[in-house]
């Protein structure tokens, strides 16, 4: 009695969403559990995993059309939250990204922000000099020149633009070695203050860090949310969001990434998917997740990855 009860309870639950009219889907927005921070709450999750259950021994005796088993378990699927396991947790509120878990800058400076979190800056490069115009007197130019070389030199302010260090790193990189599943859903904070550059999100496989997933998240007039497969024959565009919504409001953004046990990806920004594909090219496990500031000002508040283990 109990396993009928919770199939006809299954089973309503998913027609009762799954075939919603068009118009009350379009008139309610989804409901989130405040108390619930990952995936479905509890109760559905008990549900999804019954109907899961019940579908599988369907299938072994025959007992249904297969055709309804499969809308079923496609059902189920979309409410699945398989990522059950914590692999890494971070808020960084102990004020130390060096332990617990550790995570190594190899390139450039990050810092913590108190009360918001890790923090990259790198500069924007400053703009070329203009070329001189036809007739322009040679003498001054070569003087503008030589003052403006020197004034870099003291660390002075050009007119209209920035002085960078001519040391000033074009990229900050940093990362952490954990094991992470095939099959995994990332969670990240992050505040973006300035419209240049781009930040990414790597999933890497071996010691060199070359090889894996990329997210990368371009601010600005031609910005870009992109998905990317690296490999040592190269880095390619897997599928990307031309128009993603602008971050740079000194809020927090949440950015998720998941990719079940097929292969399908889907990135979301506060809430709304903005990329959706299949890609099955890695199918074995990371070795650990890197951040790269490629320009900009980042502030990452949390990380949190979960897999299937």
Do not use: C
């Not at 059309?65 to 398989?82: G, N, Q």
């Not at 924007?124 to 020197?150: C, F, H, M, N, V």
């Not at 050009?158 to 040391?167: C, E």
């Amino acid at each position: 009695m109990k396993n009928t009860t919770k199939w006809a309870g299954g089973l309503m639950f998913g027609l009762a969403i799954g075939f919603a009219p068009a118009g009350a889907q379009e008139r309610y927005g989804t409901w989130n559990d405040p108390n619930q921070t990952e995936g479905a709450t509890g109760a559905v999750q008990e549900v999804v995993d019954e109907l899961k259950r019940l579908v599988g021994e369907a299938e072994k005796t025959r007992s249904a059309d297969p055709v309804f088993l499969r809308d079923l378990r496609e059902l189920a699927r979309r409410y699945d939250w398989p990522w059950r396991a914590e692999l890494l947790g971070d808020d960084f509120a102990d004020g130390d990204f060096t332990a617990n878990p550790a995570w190594t800058v190899t390139q450039g400076r990050y810092y913590i922000e108190p009360g918001y979190g890790l923090r990259s800056v790198v500069a924007a490069p400053a703009p070329a000099s203009p070329r001189p115009a036809q007739g322009e007197d040679r003498k001054d130019l070569a003087t503008e020149i030589i003052g403006s070389i020197l004034g870099q030199a003291l660390g002075q302010k050009s007119k209209g633009q920035t002085a960078v260090r001519p040391d000033a790193p074009a990229l900050a990189a940093i990362h952490v070695g954990v094991p992470i599943t095939n099959a995994f859903a990332i969670r990240i904070g992050l505040t973006s203050w300035e419209k240049h550059g781009q930040i990414e999100f790597d999933l890497f496989q071996g010691g060199d860090r070359a090889a894996g997933y990329r997210l990368a998240y371009r601010p600005g007039d031609s910005g870009a949310l992109e998905l990317l497969a690296a490999s040592a024959r190269g880095t390619g565009v897997i599928d990307a969001d031309p128009s993603p919504p602008a971050l740079e409001d000194r809020r927090t953004h949440l950015i998720e990434w998941t990719r079940d046990a097929f292969g399908d990806m889907t990135v979301s920004v506060d809430g709304d998917a903005r990329i959706k594909i299949a890609d099955r090219r890695f199918r074995d496990p990371f070795d650990g997740f890197a951040v790269i500031n490629r320009g900009g000002d980042y502030i990452l508040s949390r990380i949190t990855i979960h897999g299937t283990k």
